[in-house]
């Protein structure tokens, strides 16, 4: 009997991502856990469960509180031996507690976003931990932490294969070639650049525990972008005034897509912040990425900025605000 594969999921885009691999790797059966947080399930996430469900044998999406013990529910509907395990959140918890219970031939990793790009991030070391904590994982059998993961994976495969990162040897991943246009001077219909209409688009990114210091921050931001829309996060729970929002089940990237082939006499100026959504469609055609950097401490700190860093050598902008 064949052994499946099981990948396991924390976002949509890490589950679109697997969706890629699986469609990469088939006929090798695949078997998926999609793993949210209470405060993040929403449409977004089911609508990304449900088309990488369509590719698996068997599936599971459980819903989880922050900082509980493990519920026995994460591993009811799964199994106990596999080919491979893929995974991106080589920091979490929960993802250590599953691999923690399963035995497998292969573990591989693939992205998870920006904190992929910089060293410092949390997938990169083991974090500090309480004596109470130690305590908790040992009585949950966690075995691993982020760097036995990190070592364990055998290849990783990246949207960004210009970059180092969390394991190697990396392996390039491919999820909008096909359905943005192509480069300018391969399309006899293409449109000529100057006589392209500009559309401003803010990203959304909750930095903040409280929702008054975000709103505060983004309408900051939209003072001095005067952006023609705003594209929420999916975390968000605040409304941000002034300004016409885009609704969409669909991830940034997927929507982006889908714009690019609908409107082709558009140009789309991107401004974020450190969005992996931004980094993600910077190489698109007919789209231009902004990074706005405020003058405010947190954007001045090590993490903060080595991401604008890296922005520049990607040649995306950087603004201070």
Same mark, same amino acid.
């Not at 519920?71 to 994460?74: E, K, Q, S, Y």
């Given at each position: 009997m064949t052994l499946p594969d099981l990948y396991i999921c924390l976002t949509p885009l890490q589950a679109?991502?697997?969706? *890629?691999?699986?469609r990469q790797t088939q006929p090798q059966p695949s078997e998926l856990l999609m793993i949210c947080y209470a405060g993040a399930d929403n449409e977004k996430f089911r609508h990304y469960f449900r088309q990488t469900q369509a590719l698996c044998r068997r599936s599971d999406y459980t819903v989880i509180e922050h900082g509980r013990w493990m519920?026995?529910?994460?591993r009811r509907n799964i199994g106990r031996?596999?080919?491979? %395990?893929?995974?991106?959140? %080589?920091?979490? /918890?929960?993802? *250590?507690y599953v691999v923690s219970h399963l035995r497998f031939e292969r573990l591989e990793t693939f992205d998870d976003g920006t904190a992929n790009l910089y060293t410092d991030s949390i997938l990169y070391r083991n974090p500090p931990m309480?004596?109470?904590?130690?305590?908790?994982?040992?009585?949950?059998?966690?075995?691993? *932490?982020?760097?036995?993961?990190? @070592?364990?994976?055998?290849?990783? #495969?990246?949207? #960004?294969?210009? @970059?180092?990162?969390?394991?190697?040897?990396? %392996?390039?991943?491919?999820?909008? *070639? /096909?359905?943005?246009p192509r480069r300018a001077g391969t399309d006899i219909n293409e449109v000529n650049e100057s006589s392209l209409h500009p559309f401003k688009i803010l990203l959304g990114q909750p930095l903040f525990d409280r929702a008054e210091d975000n709103i505060a921050l983004f309408a900051r931001l939209q003072r001095h972008v005067r952006a023609d829309a705003y594209f929420p996060h999916p975390r968000e729970h605040y409304t941000l005034p002034d300004i016409a929002y885009l609704h969409s089940d669909l991830i940034f990237e997927d929507y982006l897509a889908q714009q690019l082939q609908k409107q082709p006499a558009r140009e789309f100026h991107i #401004?974020?912040?450190?969005?992996s959504a931004a980094f993600n469609v910077h190489a698109f055609d007919r789209v231009r990425v902004h990074a706005l950097r405020p003058e405010e401490p947190l954007f001045a700190n090590p993490t903060?900025?080595?991401?604008?860093?890296?922005?520049?050598q990607l040649n995306i902008p950087v603004e201070t605000v």
């Open positions: 679109l991502i697997a969706a *890629q691999l699986i519920p026995p529910r994460l031996h596999y080919r491979t %395990v893929r995974l991106a959140s %080589v920091d979490n /918890d929960a993802v *250590q309480s004596a109470f904590r130690k305590l908790r994982r040992a009585l949950q059998g966690i075995r691993y *932490q982020t760097e036995d993961l990190r @070592r364990l994976s055998q290849c990783h #495969y990246t949207l #960004y294969p210009e @970059r180092p990162n969390i394991a190697a040897p990396t %392996v390039p991943l491919a999820l909008w *070639q /096909d359905n943005t #401004y974020h912040l450190g969005s903060w900025t080595q991401l604008y860093h890296i922005q520049s």
